[in-house]
T-cell receptor, first 116, second 118 residues
Framework: AQSVAQPEDQVNVAEGNPLTVKCTYSVSGNPYLFWYVQYPNRGLQFLLKYITGDNLVKGSYGFEAEFNKSQTSFHLKKPSALVSDSALYFCAVRAAPNTGGFKTIFGAGTRLFVKA | GAVVSQHPSWVICKSGTSVKIECRSLDFQATTMFWYRQFPKQSLMLMATSNEGSKATYEQGVEKDKFLINHASLTLSTLTVTSAHPEDSSFYIC??????????????FGPGTRLTVT
């Protein structure tokens, strides 16, 4: 069965420190991978995607993610966290299941708290 | 920046009735719009991809006859929840993809619509 796991419900980091929000997946075939962020008063936003090509993907607001096929991971990273990065982050994977059609599966979300 | 609006922002309807939610791209044209559902414990689900002038593509497991999607123009897509039941109560979010010359997958999201079925 296809699945996406965000193993941490919450990540706490101090402002200025690097941050990592983890995502692992289990799908058949070649996945498309995405990160989205949901801010409290600004709604959902697309951050970045991996379709093919360079494993390191750069996205909005200084975020990046690395596709690691052997570890089936797509962790979100930022070198220096800002308080304004505090939000809910979703990892998603899109793949064609064996039963036909496409399905996009979202992780449960990771809440990031950046402390000043 | 690109703005996507949704109307209404919240709606309460009685069980068995239908409710329509509109999604508009205000300052750009979108050949593709997406409809998501966010459940009470915050998890998200992509319901369907709406293509202007053609039938929507539904994700596996989403009832096409229950959730009717129409994308009649480059700036408007509608989601109609037919014969709504309390279990359809949820937060529905749309997004639109700018069809500009860039090959970016940039999506812009609406603020969401809270549906409560009583």
């Amino acid at each position: 069965a296809q699945s996406v796991a965000q193993p941490e419900d919450q990540v706490n980091v101090a402002e200025g420190n690097p941050l990592t929000v983890k995502c692992t997946y289990s799908v058949s075939g070649n996945p498309y991978l995405f990160w989205y962020v949901q801010y409290p008063n600004r709604g959902l936003q697309f951050l970045l995607k991996y379709i093919t090509g360079d494993n390191l993907v750069k996205g909005s607001y200084g975020f990046e993610a690395e596709f690691n096929k052997s570890q089936t991971s797509f962790h979100l990273k930022k070198p220096s966290a800002l308080v304004s990065d505090s939000a809910l982050y979703f990892c998603a994977v899109r793949a064609a299941p064996n039963t036909g059609g496409f399905k996009t599966i979202f992780g449960a979300g990771t809440r990031l708290f950046v402390k000043a | 920046g690109a703005v996507v609006s949704q109307h209404p922002s919240w709606v309460i309807c009685k069980s068995g009735t239908s409710v329509k939610i509109e999604c508009r791209s205000l300052d750009f044209q979108a050949t593709t719009m997406f409809w998501y559902r966010q459940f009470p414990k915050q998890s998200l689900m992509l319901m369907a991809t709406s293509n202007e002038g053609s039938k929507a593509t539904y994700e596996q497991g989403v009832e096409k006859d229950k959730f009717l999607i129409n994308h009649a123009s480059l700036t408007l897509s509608t989601l109609t929840v037919t014969s709504a039941h309390p279990e359809d109560s949820s937060f529905y979010i749309c997004s639109a993809r700018d069809q500009g010359p860039s090959s970016s997958y940039e999506q812009y999201f609406g603020p969401g619509t809270r549906l409560t079925v009583t």
